[in-house]
C-alpha cells in the first residue's frame, strides 16, 4: 500500500524567503507523486508531478520539487515566497487509487 | 470548459436523514473518485472507480454508497446521515482506468453539516 507523511501541519515564512515543504512516501512499487495546492474554500489545483522521467520536476507557480529514492522524500520548494503563496498544500502519492497526507498550511508574512 | 462538476454546493441534513451527492465529469475519464477532508487529515479516500459499473472501496466507506451507471456521472449516497459525516467532500477524476501517472481534477467541494 501507499502513503504519505508531511512533516509540519503549519509552517510560516517572510515574504522573499525560501519555501520549503517536507514529503516523505512508502510504496512497494515506483510510486508516482505529486503535489496540490488548495486556496481557501476552492478544490485542489495540481502544482505538479512526478512519474519517472526527471527527478527535479518543476511545476507551476515557480515551485519545484525534487524526487529522492534514498531518503524516500518528495519536497516541495520554492526559492522566493510571495505572499499569494499562502494556501495548504498537499502531498499524495498514485497507483490504482490517490491517497493524500494530512497538508501543510504555509503563512507568508510580508 | 466544466470539468467535474459538484452539486449541491451547500446542504444541511439532520441526523438520520438520506442524501445523494452528485458529481459529473466531461472530459471522459474512466476514473471517478470521492474524498472527505477534514481539518488536520488532509483528504480521505471514500470510494472510486475505474470505469462504468465498477466501484470500490478507499479508506473510509462506511456510511457511504456508490455507483456508476454512465463514464459521466458518480454519486455518492449517504444512507443514514451522522454528524461525523459532516465534512467537505470532493469528487476527483483522471484518465486511465487502473494504475496511471494521470493527475486527477476535482470539483469545488460540497459543504456538508449535520445536525
Known amino acids: 500500500a501507499q502513503s504519505v507523511t508531511q512533516l509540519g501541519s503549519h509552517v510560516s515564512v517572510s515574504e522573499g524567503a525560501l519555501v520549503l515543504l517536507r514529503c516523505n512516501y512508502s510504496?512497494?512499487?515506483?510510486?508516482?507523486l505529486f503535489w496540490y495546492v488548495q486556496y481557501p474554500n476552492q478544490g485542489l489545483q495540481l502544482l505538479l508531478k512526478?512519474?519517472?522521467?526527471?527527478?527535479l520536476v518543476k511545476g507551476i507557480n515557480g515551485f519545484e520539487a525534487e524526487f529522492k529514492k534514498s531518503e524516500t522524500s518528495f519536497h516541495l520548494t520554492k526559492p522566493s515566497a510571495h505572499m499569494s503563496d499562502a494556501a495548504e498544500y498537499f502531498c499524495?502519492?498514485?497507483?490504482?487509487?490517490?491517497?493524500f497526507g494530512a497538508g501543510t498550511r504555509l503563512t507568508v508574512k510580508p | 470548459n466544466a470539468g467535474v462538476t459538484q452539486t449541491p454546493e451547500f446542504q444541511v441534513l439532520k441526523t438520520g436523514q438520506s442524501m445523494t451527492l452528485q458529481c459529473a465529469q466531461d472530459?471522459?475519464?474512466?476514473?471517478m473518485s470521492w474524498y472527505r477532508q477534514d481539518p488536520g487529515m488532509g483528504l480521505r479516500l471514500i470510494h472510486y472507480?475505474?470505469?462504468?459499473?465498477?466501484?470500490d472501496q478507499g479508506e473510509v466507506p462506511n456510511g457511504y454508497n456508490v455507483s456508476r451507471s454512465t463514464t459521466e456521472d458518480f454519486p455518492l449516497r449517504l444512507l443514514s446521515a451522522a454528524p461525523s459525516q459532516t465534512s467537505v467532500y470532493f469528487c476527483?477524476?483522471?484518465?486511465?482506468?487502473?494504475?496511471?501517472?494521470?493527475?486527477?481534477?476535482f470539483g469545488d467541494g460540497t459543504r456538508l453539516s449535520i445536525l
Open positions: 472530459m471522459n475519464h474512466e476514473y
Open positions: 512526478y512519474t519517472s522521467a526527471a527527478t
Open positions: 476527483a477524476s483522471r484518465s486511465g482506468g487502473g494504475a496511471s501517472n494521470q493527475p486527477q481534477h
Open positions: 472507480s475505474v470505469g462504468a459499473g465498477i466501484t
Open positions: 499524495a502519492v498514485s497507483f490504482n487509487d490517490m491517497r
Open positions: 510504496s512497494s512499487v515506483p510510486p508516482y
